[in-house]
């Protein structure tokens, strides 16, 4: 069987950086809580935000990092047909981070007449491309998915400093209809110009236009945007650069996805 | 007797200017002919023209609830929790309470509390959240110092009835 055949949707997914492609979320059941309480959280792959009709999203690298920048371990998980489903007990007050970073490398490659495709780690690229591979391509991709709950005070969520991040200078937890919102957005800890992105209101299954609000960052890395309606929105970040990690990968595919509940004023 | 009544006048002039700066707040919380009623969460604070938060007067919450658990709802106050609710310990003595029935409830906010507020504009801001209900809010304008006996009224449209401002040079 050939490599790529062997990769399930999911990874293809969350590997994927096309706007294109299949929309990837963690969708929390509250963000602003004003007690210590659970939380309980969809995750899943669709083509409509925050409708699962198509794929769990597999949780095994979820990081949730509480407050005091310790990691709590999810509740209750269960991976269905459709979603998996888990719970966080937020006990302390600030800024709760969800986040699944995923990384690897794909590539495609010629044995003679016949035509290769890989998608994993760099040590399971090099055991698995031949010495004799013509027209190899290969290409590194990172993909960070997040939301944030916050109990009380809200709190400055930590930075990893790798790959495609937003520095959200609005809170992602303070976010109300109508108000100006700064986001900044980071490559490797970096203000980056150029990153494309696009924000989607959820349930948009109930309209006929999607209406993506598409943005593009300026030379410090920022957009301001508004929100004119409250509700659960779904942003979507991609950048392409030649930083990458490995050398035999000639260009890296950052993403970045994060759910956001804007409140009504 | 003229001694007398002159005596008086001035002693009634004089505590005129001796006497304390007062804002008395009335709030009607109005009757819902509802299946299921709970009293609502009221806050009510003194903003900035930036709408931060100059001063928290009252906020009207379960606080009789096991275990602080009347807290898990404080944030229904939208717009209180996001300007500086969240930033307080409750129950917080002097300034939380339990909810309130339906019908008129006065606050007052003291003379030294006005006076530590620096001369400008501000607004009251009265603002209800009612459990499997509405959420609302409404604001009066002032000026401090107070520098004649004034009064203001709104009226709010679901969960608050009319919001009384009596301010007492």
């Known amino acids: 069987m050939k490599p790529w055949l062997m990769l399930s949707p999911l990874l293809i997914a969350l590997l994927s950086t096309s706007a294109h492609a299949h929309g990837i979320w963690l969708l929390p059941s509250s963000t602003v809580l004003s007690a210590p309480q659970f939380v309980t959280f969809d995750a899943a792959v669709s083509n409509d935000i925050f409708h699962f009709n198509h794929r769990p999203l597999p949780v095994d ?60 780690d760099a040590e399971k690229l090099r055991q698995q491309l031949p010495a004799n591979a013509t027209d190899v391509e290969v290409n590194e991709s990172a993909s960070r998915i997040e939301t944030y709950v916050t109990v009380g005070t809200p709190s400055e969520p930590p930075l990893d400093q790798k790959g495609l ?48 609000l598409k943005l593009t960052s300026g030379a410090d890395g920022r957009v301001r945007l508004a929100l004119e309606r409250a509700g659960m929105y779904w942003l979507d970040a991609d950048i392409t650069d030649n930083k990458v990690s490995d050398k035999l990968a000639k260009e890296r595919s950052l993403a970045y996805t994060v759910t956001l509940e804007v409140l009504p004023k | ?135 609302e809010f409404v604001k009066i304008p002032f000026r401090l110092p107070v520098s004649v006996a004034a009064q203001r009224q709104q009226k709010g449209s679901e969960e608050l009835g009319m919001i009384q401002l009596s301010l007492q040079p």
């Open chain 1, 61 to 120: 690298q979820l990081k949730i990092v509480a407050p005091d920048r310790s990691l709590l371990a999810p509740e209750n998980v269960a991976k269905g047909e459709l979603r998996t489903t888990f719970d966080a007990n937020l006990k302390q007050t600030g800024t709760y981070k969800l986040q699944i970073v995923r990384s690897g490398l794909r590539a495609r490659w010629k044995e003679g007449s016949e035509a290769k495709r890989f998608m994993g």
């Open chain 1, 165 to 212: 991040e937003m520095r959200s200078e609005t809170h992602p937890n303070d976010l109300v209809a109508g108000e100006q919102i700064t986001l900044q957005f980071l490559v490797d800890g970096k203000p980056a110009a150029g990153v494309q992105i696009e924000v989607v209101r959820g349930e948009s299954r109930y309209r006929n236009d999607p209406e993506p």
């Open chain 2, 1 to 135: 007797m003229l001694r007398k009544v002159l005596l008086g006048l001035s002693t009634a002039l004089f505590s005129a200017n001796l006497m304390a700066a007062e804002m008395q707040i009335r709030i009607d919380i109005p009757a819902m002919s509802v299946a299921e009623y709970h009293r609502p969460y009221v806050a009510v604070w003194i903003e900035k023209p930036d709408e931060s938060i100059a001063r928290h007067v009252a906020v009207w919450y379960d606080q009789a609830a096991a275990e602080n658990k009347g807290t898990k709802w404080l944030k229904d106050l939208r717009l209180w929790w996001r300007k500086g609710g969240r930033e307080l310990q409750m129950p917080m003595d002097g300034m939380s309470s339990a909810t309130r029935q339906v019908g008129q409830h006065q606050l007052r906010v003291d003379d030294a509390t006005l006076r530590s507020l620096a001369s400008g504009e501000y607004r009251l801001v009265v603002e209800a959240a009612r459990e499997k209900g509405g959420r």
